[in-house]
């Protein structure tokens, strides 16, 4: 158990819904990481919040954004969503800003299929 | 941007083979970080090299750091069925550049 948690494990919807996925990290960790892994593109990089603030972006699509809230939960709010969005989105979080050299714990993903 | 090359992309070897995974990077590597992901599981970090020509150890696994820090392996000495899952090598610049993975399957 890495100590990062997050909901729904598994998470079933339509083409055009928006749905919302959550990650608590691990108690004291003011880093967030969001991935997303599919069968034809890996593991990718989405974005990464520190204490609140958006840090670092990577191939995040327009219809996703995310947050970290006060309390250094975050959500990643997936809208218009279309069948090429079916994947696993894992939250990943370590202590430092930077995270350079940090190793980064990963919670047990959200399964999304879009029907 | 920066691009992590992992080769194989499968392996399947018999209990007590060896086995091998390698990354390569275009561009020289600050760090390379290496995480298990089991099956239906979460990745998980083994390990980070930061040094040109680092080896490091932990037990049967062996992890290397290219000379020119573009390129790492990880070698694992007479898998067991608990060494199945799959591998990567990533890139942390911040964010974690993963190499595509090589996904290992023991037959016992």
């Known amino acids: 158990d890495s100590g990062v948690t997050q909901t729904p494990k598994h998470l079933i919807t339509a083409t055009g819904q928006r749905v919302t996925l959550r990650c608590s990290p691990r108690s004291g960790d003011l880093s967030v990481y969001w991935y997303q892994q599919s069968l034809d593109q890996g593991l990718q990089f989405l974005i990464q919040?520190?204490?609140?603030?958006?840090?670092a972006k990577g191939n995040i699509l327009e219809r996703f954004s995310a947050q970290q809230f006060p309390d250094l939960h975050s959500e990643l709010n997936l809208s218009s969503l279309e069948l090429g969005d079916s994947a696993l989105y894992f939250c990943?979080?370590?202590?430092?800003?930077?995270?350079?050299?940090?190793?980064?714990?990963f919670g047990p993903g959200t399964r999304l299929t879009v029907l | 941007g920066q691009q992590v090359m992992q080769i194989p992309q499968y392996q399947h070897v018999q209990e007590g083979e060896d086995f091998t995974t390698y990354c390569n990077s275009s561009t020289t590597l600050s760090n390379i970080q290496w995480y298990k992901q089991r099956p239906g599981g979460h990745p998980v970090f083994l390990i980070q090299l930061v040094k040109s020509g680092e080896v490091k150890k932990q037990k049967r696994l062996t992890f290397q750091f290219g000379e020119a820090k573009k390129n790492s392996s990880l070698h694992i000495t007479a898998t067991q069925t608990t060494d199945v899952g799959t591998y990567f090598c990533a890139s942390n610049t911040g964010k974690l550049i993963f190499g595509q993975g090589t996904t290992l399957q023991v037959k016992p």
């Open positions: 919040y520190y204490n609140g603030e958006e840090r």
């Open positions: 990943a979080s370590s202590p430092h800003q930077s995270g350079t050299g940090n190793e980064q714990f």
